[in-house]
């Protein structure tokens, strides 16, 4: 060799970076929340490259291996983005970006559009929110919304105010079980907290993660799990998957049937009584003895109307895990304490979903692994700020009150219900009782009457995001009008919009918003919640491609087209011009920088150490202040004996609302709206059925494989499925047991056949011994894809990508309306023999 | 010579492929398309039956090995063993496509877009220019678990001791591959869990009377031709198309 020639290769290499300045942004995905660094090369407008967080441990690859200990124990350690950070160009450069404003000139479902202009566009949306609202009235543009609020910023400025709704889409169950249990919810959570950072992890005798597939959601929650793994604490991770936490995290897996969760938890719990080694003097002094007594008799079998005692035999044959595992997994609980112990939100989202959230909370209580070091958060275990609170810019930009507000009248989840229905409650074939029954209305509040799907602010993807979603197409094709924005031509809703604009990217163009989420006005400060000690401010290093746009920005332009411009960041002017907004955003940033810098109390940052002075922080726009300590969620309880906001200041098993209340009729008041649960019921205390959905449910004789539908690495929700690197890492197959394969002649790489009782989708077999028999999987966020196969179940055509939403019903049987439905029961069959990996050598 | 090294720790990695992503997002031009190179590849393979399965992880590159074998095989001199960490690097222009870097390589470093004979290779830098610039490989920086190292060997050595191929690679004599290991963790028994039990309760669907999810406990433990995905790790694949397919995961 020359050196030379290897001088030569060394240009080369360095030619592809050269010229390029770096901008930043912190990763807005929603689900983490943990506000990584995307360090970003920008050249001529575009990013080229993006790196992570060097702000501190510069060059240290391992980064334990070198930084002190302390640093780990301080929280001060690098912001690394994961896979979907990283992967944000193929994303932003997509070869199918939307690029301009488009309106329908042929039917619906199809990509028969026109290219218009920003103000054909805006002045077409603003008209039709003006006409509808004049024609139907106010509750009749639908905008999304939850947790008795709504995303419809326009509406709620315009007199009658907006549509709102109740429920959360996401972990309606644990905030609901959280809210029975302590009296909390997320959304009392600033100043409660439901979190116990990452630090508690260390201070475990034992961690037991329940279908927690941290591996997926939370990188920096592995990263110390890995750690306490590495120090010696044993991690059990249950879950009916053999997960990449459960291969990486964990020292024990056990096998569990999706859906029986409350079950072992009951088993659990019968040996912790009938052992007697459940935490007492815990219990005395925190759980409410009433609850507690008529939980235990229905565990140990001693209600006057059930009998049976939950031991570990009775949940053997139910979760699929041998009683003596279920009696020593219990004991080594009661044994090891402080526990960690955590369940996912799925395993609530689903039929009763409530009740295993219930139950798991009462297993926190009976082990006393509540508010000391070591233990977990509440169920739902959502974040506010300890170490430091950052500058939000919401009332930096200048937004009062909403002049008319919002009227919750309907369920989060339940807008296509609302419009199918419609039609028979104006026939008279439905009452309005039962209508409003349906959708979640109480009962003296109007019913929404919805004609316009405003989807412009929250970017949400109703064809792949929620259960139901071959009904959701249905609905599409019935609403009068729908609008959308969205930046990739591919996501699944555009063939049923009348009007599509563009959005730009919140990772590399501009101002930062959260794609999947509904704040439009959450730009540029990011929060880290897996410790919450840093923030940072990002504002992206590129231009939006073609004619993208802001959110915020297409907002403004909408409210000042209704006359209510003023109303909608009323720090940016009106007549910004384009090329000057994204300064005048920046200088509301600079504007809320200062104010918060200079302002003492825990809302500001006037007693932190070196906070910089703005232009520095627009340099190294990240800051970080050491942990003295760290949160874990109610300990101004356990430690502090305040007491707990529930009716009798306790953990309360058992709920008097629930028992007191007939819920068909009654509305529950919390998280500022009314809570309305529709036709179904609860029961007062967690108590275990068979779901109608479930492995042990009579359908199974025809639709016989659970389907479950966890998140992705690769989208978060369903973002970004249409991107092309993402698609070069994964198959979008079918997970399916060796037994199952076996019964079916399946082999992997097959091409088959899933459906349920409303949709169906062709995909590709993967074999495995990871999943437990009965049980299959398709990973959650694709888009739908029809094939031109049309069939009775799917006239828009069979799905070939997987779409799992197309296969969940929506159907909430004897149970209330709100749990986020994730499973369903399937039926798979091969439908042709495919070539095999092994064989793929021999195709030229 | 100062032989630069990774270090792969197979007990952190979640197989999330965030390091193949990072590397061709710095790596691969600013056009984003769909591509059978993977200079990177994250790989995994399935062991033993349910429900004691375990999944294993390698991280797949050029290793840019102490004994190059690549660099004599080239008939073209496309190929140098750089001496200031050792890195392997290829001249483009020099390539012709030969492939026989490709059947000297142990692991299936070199890369191709196409099946086609005379197809350039293109291959794993080290991140040449970054690491010349006192930065590490970018997929070292990416690692959200920490599982990447980069360093002098003797340093990473020192410090992760001499593992020098996982369960199930090529043995690691015959090149020498610049890169150190740490194995996966083995599971432990914290609680009681037989597996012959579990077979046993997975089996009927509690006392419903509803037909049982297998008749066969057979069925679930045993091990069948061609039945599972990924059922071994094959580094050097004979196509494109299975290059690619197998350095996928199952997670998306």
Same mark, same amino acid.
Request: negative net charge; glycine residues 8%; proline residues 6%.
């Given at each position: ?61 391992? /980064? ?64 039709? %929110?003006?006409?509808?609202? /004049? ?80 591996? %997926? ?35 024990? *897996? ?114 006393? !692994? ?17 170490? +430091? ?33 419609? /039609? ?32 412009? !602010? ?36 555009? @063939? ?91 200088? %509301? ?73 007939? +819920? ?18 609860? @029961? ?37 499925? *249409? ?51 009965? %049980? ?16 009775? +179940? ?26 986020? +439905? ?13 070539? *095999? ?8 | ?10 007990? $952190? ?183 012959? $039990? ?6 009927? $669907? ?47």
């Amino acid at each position: 060799m020359s050196e030379s020639q290897v001088d030569e290769i060394y240009q080369r290499l360095c030619a592809r970076h050269e010229g390029e300045t770096i901008e930043y942004a912190s990763c807005p995905n929603n689900g983490c929340f943990d506000m990584c660094v995307l360090r970003q090369h920008v050249k001529n407008g575009r990013v080229t490259a993006i790196e992570t967080d060097n702000s501190i441990h510069v060059g240290m690859g391992r /980064e334990d291996e070198y930084c002190n200990w302390k640093d780990i124990q301080e929280g001060m350690y690098q912001k690394r983005a994961c896979v979907r950070g990283r992967g944000q160009r193929s994303d932003t450069y997509s070869p199918t970006r939307l690029l301009y404003p488009m309106r329908r000139i042929g039917p619906k479902p199809s990509y028969e559009f026109e290219r218009i202009s920003w103000d054909e566009a805006l002045d077409s949306i603003a008209d039709l %929110v003006r006409e509808t609202r /004049e024609k139907y009235g106010p509750l009749s543009v639908y905008s999304d919304g939850m947790q008795g609020q709504t995303w419809d910023h326009l509406g709620k400025n315009l007199p009658g105010g907006a549509i709102a709704t109740w429920a959360e889409d996401s972990f309606e169950p644990t905030n609901t079980a959280d809210w029975f249990t302590y009296g909390y919810t997320n959304q009392n959570c600033f100043g409660i907290d439901g979190l116990s950072e990452n630090q508690t992890f260390f201070d475990s005798k034992l961690i037991i993660l329940i279908g927690f597939d941290a591996a %997926v959601n939370y990188p920096e929650t592995v990263y110390y799990l890995l750690m306490a793994k590495e120090k010696g604490v044993p991690i059990i991770t249950i879950d009916p998957r053999y997960t990449w936490t459960a291969e990486a995290i964990g020292t024990q *897996h056990i096998f569990i049937r999706p859906g029986t969760d409350l079950a072992l938890i009951c088993a659990m719990a019968y040996v912790l009584f009938d052992e007697d080694v459940y935490d007492k003097e815990f219990c005395e002094k925190w759980v409410e003895p009433k609850g507690l007594e008529l939980w235990r008799d229905y565990i140990m079998g001693a209600s006057e109307d059930d009998k049976t005692p939950k031991t570990p035999e009775w949940a053997e044959g139910i979760c699929g895990i041998p009683a003596e595992t279920i009696r020593d997994l219990a004991l080594l609980y009661a044994a090891s304490s402080p526990c960690y112990i955590r369940m996912v939100w799925a395993a609530a989202r689903q039929l009763y979903g409530k009740q295993a959230a219930r139950g798991l909370n009462y297993l926190q209580a009976l082990g006393g !692994n509540i508010g000391h070091n070591g233990c977990a958060g509440s169920g739902v275990g959502f974040s506010t700020s300890h170490h +430091l609170f950052y500058p939000y810019l919401g009332p930096y930009l200048g937004e009062g009150e909403p002049k008319y507000g919002a009227t919750v009248c309907m369920e989060a989840e339940m807008w296509h219900r609302a419009i199918l229905l419609r /039609e028979k409650l104006e026939a008279g074939e439905i009452t309005e009782e039962y209508y409003k029954g349906e959708i979640g209305c109480p009962k003296d509040v109007e019913a929404p009457n919805i004609h316009l799907m405003f989807c412009i !602010n929250s970017a949400r993807n109703h064809l792949s995001g929620w259960y139901g979603c071959n009904e959701r197409r249905e609905a599409l094709l019935k609403v009068d009008h729908m609008v959308y924005a969205h930046w990739n031509l591919k996501s699944p809703q555009i @063939p049923y919009a009348d009007i599509v604009i563009p959005v730009a990217s919140p990772f590399l163009e501009g101002v930062n918003q959260i794609p999947s989420s509904p704040y439009f006005g959450s730009y540029t400060m990011g929060l880290n919640t897996g410790t919450q000690n840093a923030l940072m401010y990002g504002r992206g290093g590129g231009e939006p491609l073609g004619e993208a746009r802001p959110m915020s920005w297409i907002m403004k332009q909408l409210a000042v087209r209704l006359g209510i411009g003023d109303c909608l960041m009323p720090a940016i002017p009106a007549d910004t011009p384009w090329d000057e907004y994204p300064d005048a955003m920046e200088k %509301v940033a600079e504007n809320a920088w200062n104010i918060w810098k200079n302002m003492s109390g825990p809302y500001g940052g006037g007693d932190l150490p070196d906070v910089p002075e703005w232009e520095e922080f627009r340099k190294n726009p990240i800051y970080r202040v050491p942990m003295k300590d760290y949160h874990v969620f109610a300990r101004q309880h356990i430690e502090g004996g305040a007491p707990f906001p529930t009716k009798s200041g306790k953990i309360e098993f058992y709920s008097d609302w629930i028992a007191e209340n007939d +819920l068909t009729e009654a509305s529950l008041p919390y998280e500022g709206g009314l809570k309305c649960f529709g036709h179904g019921d609860l @029961p007062p205390m967690a108590i275990y059925k068979h779901t109608p959905e479930g492995m042990m449910s009579p359908k199974t004789q025809e639709y016989p494989l659970y389907m479950v539908t966890p998140h992705s690495f690769y989208r978060h929700h369903c973002a970004y499925d *249409h991107s092309l690197w993402y698609r070069d890492e994964f198959r979008n197959s079918v997970w399916i047991s060796v037994p199952d394969a076996k019964a079916r002649n399946i082999k992997d790489g097959d091409k088959v056949r899933v459906f349920s009782s409303v949709g169906e989708s062709f995909l590709t077999a993967y074999v495995t011994s990871r999943m437990t028999p009965g %049980v299959c999987c398709i990973i959650f966020g694709r888009w739908y894809e029809p094939s031109d196969v049309k069939t009775k +179940l799917m006239p828009g055509g069979v799905d070939t990508r997987g779409d799992c939403n197309m296969l969940i019903p929506s159907e909430f049987h004897d149970d209330v309306l709100g749990a986020l +439905l994730c499973n369903a029961l399937v039926q798979i069959e091969s439908i042709e023999p495919t070539l *095999h990996l092994d064989e793929l050598a021999e195709v030229k | 010579m100062t032989q630069y090294a990774f270090f792969f720790d197979q007990s $952190r990695c979640t197989n999330c492929h965030a390091c193949a992503i990072a590397c061709k997002d710095w790596n691969y031009g600013e056009v984003i398309k769909s591509s059978y190179v993977k200079w990177l590849r994250m790989m995994q393979w399935e062991k033993g039956v349910f429900p004691e399965v375990e999944m294993h992880t390698l991280f797949a590159t050029c290793y840019h090995c102490e004994k190059p074998v690549c660099v004599d095989a080239c008939p073209n001199h496309a190929l140098v063993k750089e001496d200031k960490f050792g890195a392997v690097l290829l001249d483009e222009d020099l390539c012709r496509g030969s492939r026989q870097c490709w059947i000297a390589c142990p692991y299936g470093a070199p890369q191709y877009e196409d099946n086609a004979p005379g197809t350039p290779m293109t291959k794993c830098t080290m991140c040449y220019e970054k690491i010349v610039a006192g930065e590490l490989p970018i997929c070292v920086a990416a690692c959200p678990q920490r599982a990447l190292d980069f360093g002098p060997i003797e340093e990473m050595k020192e410090r992760y001791g001499d593992c020098r191929a996982l369960e199930d690679m090529p043995v690691a004599d015959i090149a020498e591959p610049a890169i150190i290991f740490k194995p996966r963790t083995t599971k432990q028994k914290h609680v009681v869990y037989d597996a012959a $039990r579990v077979v046993e309760v997975m089996a009927a $669907r509690a006392d419903t009377g509803l037909p049982a999810v297998y008749d066969d406990s057979t069925d679930v433990t045993g091990v069948f031709d061609g039945l599972v995905g990924y059922d071994k790790l094959v580094m050097k694949a004979a196509s494109v198309e299975e290059n690619l397919a197998r350095s996928k995961n199952e997670e998306g």
